[in-house]
């Protein structure tokens, strides 16, 4: 039997583990024959991707460039990236005038979105997830595009019912996921018109050690607060793989576009996740509100088919996210504010 594996260290260790190939991601890439656009790869999740998809290059021993597209407010993304071999480039996506000076891609991975915080920016929203999408599919018509969606497209769903299907309809909750629809709409609309061999990728509840809803419930605990249970229970998955996935999904792209859910195969009640946490930090866990009868979820069962099951499984990981909370490890970004229901995220 062998040892389970140890959680990363720190940072350093933390992104050569979400970004270190599995395989498949290899083949996958270089059976693109050219190089490869990641769009909004400054954020939470592209710095990552785009280093798995250099490493996998790497290891296929093809030549073909990683080019990851951002703003880039952050300097230090940036400059790790390029010593990590990743070509940068500095682009507002949002500004039409920028699109003369993107590259030309074998394959694009899009994942520029406004995430949360739609109360009061509903029209940063909507021209994040609706506008920019219309000018990149514009751009790169004819190329295989993989477009980062959310499992925020379905209804709440019965938790007798199980996780939402790929082929059941969609029927988004709030401004946010409607905008995250129409950004589906416009890329399917893309590959009707141009021919643009498409995947839209439905994430739900990704997961690290610094972001995700078990950092979001553990830094609850550690602080002394009750952890929410509106939302009574969720999907989540190592975000590693969802890089693994996401890379080697651009294989499905087709006309019409293939739709992919992604997460891991759990339905995990909240109370479990914040009891299994408290035991492994320590603490006496408290609780607000009342359980639904209904949650988001998702039913990733082709995923998981096509390309295997999460590499780190449920425990690992929420014993990986005690621990580096526990250690004073810090969390990144906005909390996922999964407990909301009305008008969610």
Same mark, same amino acid.
């Given at each position: 039997?062998?040892?389970?594996? %140890?959680?990363?260290?720190?940072?350093?260790? &933390?992104?050569?583990?979400?970004?270190?190939?599995?395989?498949?991601?290899?083949?996958?890439?270089?059976?693109?024959?050219?190089?490869?656009?990641?769009?909004?790869?400054?954020? !939470?999740?592209? $710095?990552?991707?785009?280093?798995?998809?250099?490493?996998? =290059?790497?290891?296929?021993?093809?030549?073909?460039? *990683?080019?990851?597209?951002?703003?880039?407010?952050?300097?230090?993304?940036? %400059?790790?990236?390029?010593?990590?071999?990743?070509?940068?480039?500095?682009?507002?996506?949002?500004?039409?005038?920028?699109? +003369?000076? &993107?590259?030309?891609? @074998?394959? *694009?991975?899009?994942?520029?979105?406004? %995430?949360?915080?739609?109360?009061?920016?509903?029209?940063?929203? /909507?021209?994040?997830?609706?506008?920019?999408?219309?000018?990149?599919?514009?751009?790169?018509?004819?190329?295989?595009?993989?477009?980062?969606?959310?499992?925020?497209?379905?209804?709440?769903? $019965? =938790?007798?019912?199980?996780?939402?299907?790929?082929?059941?309809?969609?029927?988004?909750?709030?401004?946010?996921?409607?905008?995250? &629809? @129409?950004?589906?709409?416009?890329?399917?609309?893309?590959?009707?018109?141009?021919?643009?061999?498409?995947?839209?990728?439905? =994430?739900?509840?990704?997961?690290?050690?610094?972001?995700?809803?078990?950092?979001?419930?553990?830094?609850?605990?550690?602080?002394?607060?009750?952890?929410?249970?509106?939302?009574?229970?969720?999907?989540?998955?190592?975000?590693?793989?969802?890089?693994? /996935?996401?890379?080697?999904? *651009?294989?499905?792209?087709?006309?019409?576009?293939?739709?992919?859910?992604?997460?891991?195969?759990?339905?995990?009640?909240?109370?479990?996740?914040?009891?299994?946490?408290?035991?492994?930090?320590?603490?006496?866990?408290?609780?607000?509100?009342?359980?639904? $009868?209904? +949650?988001?979820?998702?039913?990733?069962?082709?995923?998981?088919?096509?390309?295997?099951?999460?590499?780190?499984?449920?425990?690992? &990981?929420?014993?990986?996210?005690?621990?580096?909370?526990?250690?004073?490890?810090?969390?990144?970004? !906005?909390?996922? %504010?999964?407990?909301?229901?009305?008008?969610?995220?």
């Amino acid at each position: 039997m062998t040892e389970p594996e %140890k959680r990363p260290v720190d940072e350093a260790a &933390l992104e050569e583990r979400l970004s270190r190939p599995v395989p498949g991601v290899a083949e996958a890439l270089a059976g693109v024959g050219g190089d490869i656009v990641l769009l909004g790869a400054g954020g !939470k999740i592209g $710095p990552s991707m785009a280093r798995m998809a250099r490493r996998a =290059l790497d290891d296929a021993g093809s030549d073909a460039q *990683v080019l990851a597209v951002s703003r880039f407010s952050d300097a230090d993304v940036r %400059k790790g990236l390029e010593a990590d071999g990743v070509r940068t480039l500095a682009v507002d996506l949002a500004d039409p005038a920028s699109y +003369a000076d &993107l590259p030309d891609a @074998a394959a *694009v991975y899009f994942l520029a979105a406004m %995430k949360f915080g739609t109360s009061g920016q509903e029209h940063r929203t /909507w021209w994040s997830n609706a506008a920019i999408p219309t000018l990149v599919a514009a751009r790169y018509r004819g190329v295989p595009t993989v477009v980062y969606s959310t499992g925020n497209v379905y209804p709440l769903r $019965p =938790l007798a019912a199980g996780g939402a299907v790929e082929d059941d309809p969609a029927d988004p909750v709030g401004e946010y996921a409607q905008s995250c &629809l @129409a950004r589906e709409r416009i890329f399917t609309h893309a590959a009707h018109e141009w021919g643009t061999p498409t995947t839209v990728f439905r =994430l739900n509840y990704a997961c690290e050690l610094r972001y995700g809803v078990i950092a979001d419930i553990a830094v609850k605990l550690a602080a002394g607060e009750p952890v929410d249970l509106t939302m009574p229970a969720v999907n989540v998955v190592w975000q590693g793989d969802v890089n693994a /996935w996401a890379l080697r999904s *651009v294989t499905l792209a087709g006309v019409p576009p293939h739709v992919l859910n992604a997460t891991g195969p759990e339905t995990v009640p909240v109370r479990r996740l914040a009891t299994l946490l408290a035991e492994r930090m320590g603490v006496e866990p408290t609780f607000s509100g009342t359980e639904a $009868p209904d +949650a988001l979820l998702s039913d990733a069962g082709e995923c998981h088919e096509r390309f295997g099951y999460p590499t780190v499984p449920l425990r690992r &990981l929420v014993d990986w996210v005690a621990d580096w909370v526990g250690a004073g490890g810090r969390q990144l970004g !906005k909390p996922t %504010k999964f407990q909301q229901r009305e008008g969610r995220f």
